[in-house]
């Protein structure tokens, strides 16, 4: 069945550092979201990309979709306390509303 | 304000005891989810569905159960057949949006214990 998988499980950096998050699927991706569930709380939506190629710009978070739609990354720019809590990406195939969750990275950042 | 309620909040149960899970929204959204967390893991899923009486098992059916009587309420059973219920369940619910991909919105979720 579909795999998602995420590098690295965890991070810990120094408040100002950047940090990315990779994520790679075992198939074809019509659609890829990335969620942030800070410690104690619910996975809330950042972002989708679409296309393949795209990359997509939040403040300090930049998202990619690679050029296959099989895999993606998020960088955080100079990361601040607020950063922490555990980044999630999650992939959807074609004609289906079924979506299958990386396992997570779970950043901490040290002031 | 439209959003996903989850209850209760915290739960205790015996070992061989079923427990449902209630979730409902009132967001007006077709898909409704259920994943399970595990500590230090990523979101595992359980049960989906796209319409009203219609549902889909995800990859850790085994020891679960829904229904889908209503658009709004989609509850889960944790059955005695689960070996390993003790989790974090996290209820979703998603709209078609513009370009096909559907947002999930998730509810503040259930912690069940089993002691």
């Known amino acids: 069945g579909q795999q998602v998988m995420q590098i690295p499980q965890y991070q810990h950096v120094q408040e100002g550092e950047d940090f990315t998050t990779y994520c790679n699927s075992s198939t074809t991706l019509s659609n890829i979201q990335w969620y942030k569930q800070r410690p104690g709380g619910h996975p809330v939506f950042l972002i989708q990309?679409?296309?393949?190629?795209e990359v997509k710009k939040q403040k300090r978070l930049t998202f990619q979709f690679g050029e296959a739609k099989k895999n993606s990354s998020l960088h955080i720019t100079a990361t601040q306390t607020t950063d922490v809590g555990t980044y999630f990406c999650a992939g959807s195939t074609s004609g289906t509303y079924k979506y299958i969750f990386g396992t997570g990275t779970r950043l901490k950042v040290l002031a | 304000d439209g959003g996903i309620t989850q209850s209760p909040k915290y739960l205790f149960r015996k070992e061989g005891q079923n427990v449902t899970l209630s979730c409902e929204q009132n967001?007006?959204?077709?898909?409704m989810y259920w994943y399970r967390q595990d500590p230090g893991q990523g979101l595992r899923l359980i049960y989906y569905s796209q319409i009203v009486n219609d549902f889909q098992k995800g990859d850790i059916a085994e020891g679960y159960s829904v229904s889908r009587e209503k658009k709004e309420s989609f509850p889960l059973t944790v059955t005695s057949a689960q070996k390993n219920p003790t989790a974090f369940y996290l209820c979703a619910s998603s709209i078609t949006g513009a370009s096909g991909a559907n947002v999930l919105t998730f509810g503040a979720g259930s912690r069940l214990t089993v002691l």
């Open positions: 967001l007006n959204h077709d898909a």
């Open positions: 990309l679409v296309k393949s190629g």
